[in-house]
């Protein structure tokens, strides 16, 4: 099992995957916990520096927060690859297993593997391998602040297993391209329309955790 620190720091990255800052209810509904331990695991990884915490402007991750980020979603998404390209498991287990497996931190082993995977850049679930460390996150957007008549690509998308399962579901990948062709308030939905005129349909509790990027006319 990965230790306290590292479940928390990865967790409140892909809390603010798409913002800035982040909050304890979001982070316990995450990680399936109390707010209570939140507070005091937050609590922690502010006395140690890598993260922040303000009352109006919720929990953001440091300088420091952030290099510790990278290291672990780069092993964390190796593994991810190594699972679903040589190991060929079925994509809604890979995220739980290669969390286990991410522990690893032999310099030779993880070049060794990035070599075997032929340098790969994304994650079975288009997340980045080589995250910069001087940037807070990719310029992404969640799909739930899309407009109608906009297009957009999916760039990644949260990994838990109802996400991936719903995607599978819906037959979404990453790197795929949909136009928003309708927004239905009274029943929380979105429409999508890809390139060969298929329409999905996405609840709008699923698309705050679909990340997008514009694609320009």
């Not at 913002?19 to 937050?42: C, D, F, R, Y």
């Not at 940037?135 to 109802?162: C, D, F, K, N, R």
């Amino acid at each position: 099992m990965r230790d306290s620190f590292s479940n928390y720091l990865k967790t409140i990255y892909e809390a603010s995957f798409t913002k800035e800052h982040t909050t304890n209810k979001q982070i316990a509904t995450l990680m399936g916990v109390l707010p209570g331990s939140v507070t005091e695991a937050v609590g922690n990884l502010v006395i140690a520096g890598y993260v922040t915490r303000q009352k109006y402007h919720g929990i953001s991750l440091t300088t420091a927060g952030y290099q510790q980020v990278c290291q672990l979603m780069y092993r964390y998404r190796l593994c991810e690859v190594w699972l679903a390209k040589i190991i060929q498991l079925p994509l809604p287990v890979i995220p739980e297993q290669a969390w286990l497996m991410a522990a690893i931190d032999n310099p030779e082993l993880l070049r060794q593997l990035d070599i075997q995977l032929n340098h790969p850049q994304r994650s079975p679930f288009g997340g980045q391998l080589n995250i910069q460390a001087n940037q807070p996150g990719p310029a992404w957007h969640s799909l739930e602040t899309i407009t109608s008549g906009q297009t957009i690509m999916i760039e990644s998308y949260l990994e838990t297993v109802s996400t991936i399962r719903y995607c599978q579901h819906s037959q979404i990948a990453s790197q795929q391209i949909f136009t928003c062709v309708g927004k239905a308030n009274d029943i929380a939905i979105i429409t999508l329309l890809d390139s060969q005129q298929r329409e999905v349909l996405i609840n709008t509790a699923v698309a705050r955790h679909l990340y997008v990027s514009k694609v320009e006319q």
